[in-house]
């Protein structure tokens, strides 16, 4: 299986987001072998685009989940509402979020939060780009995987992703090169048996679009894509969904 997880952060508003998520539906429109897709709109936008991706092939994710789930916590979204709203996948640790501040050792607690109503986590892990100067990435983002899994107990039947997103990579323009990608998702798939976790699709992210995204997803380790601005391009997202169908029907066939 791949993914396509399109998370559109601080962009659309509520009429733009209901047109985008028609987009990514008609990218589906006639195709039998679909990856998971995923659209993350913000959170103001939920319920609306809830409306036009309910009992349909798409999934809806929401770009961060709350460390419980419900409670005194000033402007976080918590599991119970969030599931209340239609979410099935929720990103965390994003870079974005990291760089505002946010402390790696929330991010248990966001984890327990996601299980606990059924929610799919989609952790994000990446070095900058003076640790990748150093060939110090796959240290760096052992460690990152390590920390943020810390305490972290899956329960039956339930699984999270993780998304290889590199920062020097995000919103640049300039994606990450295939053969480091492969290199670094090995590290984490490594790790994470090494935490007693198998089975964990890892995708990557980092300024993927039509043109490029072949060339991650033909690759078996590499599970799907995380994609930023593409995923708000009208022009862009559904020439990356139809790669992600033309991997799925060509792996069918294997
Ligand atoms: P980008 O963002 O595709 O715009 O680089 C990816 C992400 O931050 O998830």
Redesign the pocket.
């Known amino acids: 299986m791949k993914y396509v997880i399109g998370?559109w952060k601080m962009n659309l508003g509520i009429r733009e987001s209901i047109a985008m998520a028609r987009v990514a539906l008609r990218s589906l429109q006639g195709k039998e072998d679909v990856p998971v897709v995923v659209i993350c709109p913000s959170a103001t936008a939920l319920s609306e685009v809830r409306k036009v991706v309910a009992r349909t092939r798409i999934e809806l994710g929401s770009q961060n989940i709350g460390p419980g789930k419900a409670g005194a916590y000033t402007g976080e979204l918590g599991g119970t509402q969030l599931q209340d709203v239609g979410v099935t996948y929720a990103i965390i640790g994003?870079s974005e979020r990291r760089q505002a501040g946010e402390d790696e050792a929330i991010l248990p607690k966001r984890f327990a939060a996601a299980f606990e109503v059924g929610i799919t986590p989609v952790l994000c892990v990446g070095e900058p780009a003076e640790i990748r100067a150093g060939s110090a990435s796959a240290q760096y983002v052992r460690e990152q995987v390590r920390r943020a899994l810390k305490g972290v107990a899956v329960p039956r039947g339930k699984r999270f992703l993780v998304a290889y997103?590199p920062i020097f990579?995000?919103?640049t323009g300039t994606s990450a090169s295939v053969p480091h990608t492969l290199e670094i998702i090995e590290h984490i798939t490594a790790v994470l048996l090494e935490l007693g976790f198998d089975d964990v699709p890892v995708l990557y992210?980092?300024?993927?679009n039509a043109q490029n995204v072949y060339s991650y997803l033909r690759e078996p380790q590499i599970s799907g894509v995380?994609?930023?601005?593409?995923s708000v391009q009208p022009q862009e997202f559904p020439g990356i969904v139809a790669s992600a169908c033309d991997v799925m029907s060509a792996q069918k066939d294997i």
């Open positions: 998370n994003h997103e990579a995000i919103g992210g980092g300024s993927v995380l994609v930023g601005s593409a």
